[in-house]
């Protein structure tokens, strides 16, 4: 599965350095911001490896760029963690930071939110005129989110 996201650096984090049964490792987190919608998000980013972090050198805090993530899991001591790893940056500037390709296709835009003059509660939705609209779970159960 390919997912990338336009966004911008906002900020870079220091690069952390490591020892595992593998040999040496280093990661560098960043954040990035991003249109989802009529709304700005905010992420933090991770770029694994060296070639990662020498591509992520080249990019500076503004810089508009196009990151293909890898979103993966892991189990330690009984919780699971979340990473967004980083397998490519694009400078949007038409300059790009490595040499990969691929034949990945995006993903749609997230969904449209609705009329900032709606506001929905957990089985109906109220508009703001007040008169109650029920609506059914789509997915068939009974969890409001």
């Known amino acids: 599965m ?3 996201l336009d966004c911008k ?3 870079k984090l220091a690069p952390v350095n490591g020892q ?3 040999g040496a490792w ?3 987190d960043f954040v990035v911001e991003y249109q989802d919608g009529q709304y700005t998000e905010k992420a933090v980013l991770q770029a694994w490896g060296a070639d990662r972090v020498k591509d992520l050198d080249n990019c500076q805090v ?3 760029i196009k990151a293909s993530l890898k979103i993966q ?3 330690y001591n009984g919780r699971w963690y979340n990473d967004i790893r980083v397998w490519r940056i694009t400078r ?3 300059e790009q930071s490595d040499n990969y390709t691929s034949s990945f296709s995006t993903y749609a835009p997230a969904p449209q939110v609705p009329d900032a ?3 929905y509660t957990a089985f109906g939705a109220s508009t703001a005129a007040g008169t109650q609209v029920k609506s059914e779970p789509e997915s068939g159960d009974d969890l409001p989110f």
Do not use: C, F, H
């Open 20 to 22: 595992s049964a593998r």
């Open 73 to 75: 899991g892991r189990e």
């Open 9 to 11: 650096i906002i900020s």
């Open 2 to 4: 390919a997912l990338e």
């Open 117 to 119: 003059a709606e506001t």
């Open 62 to 64: 503004g810089d508009k």
């Open 26 to 28: 280093v990661k560098q």
């Open 92 to 94: 949007l500037d038409g």
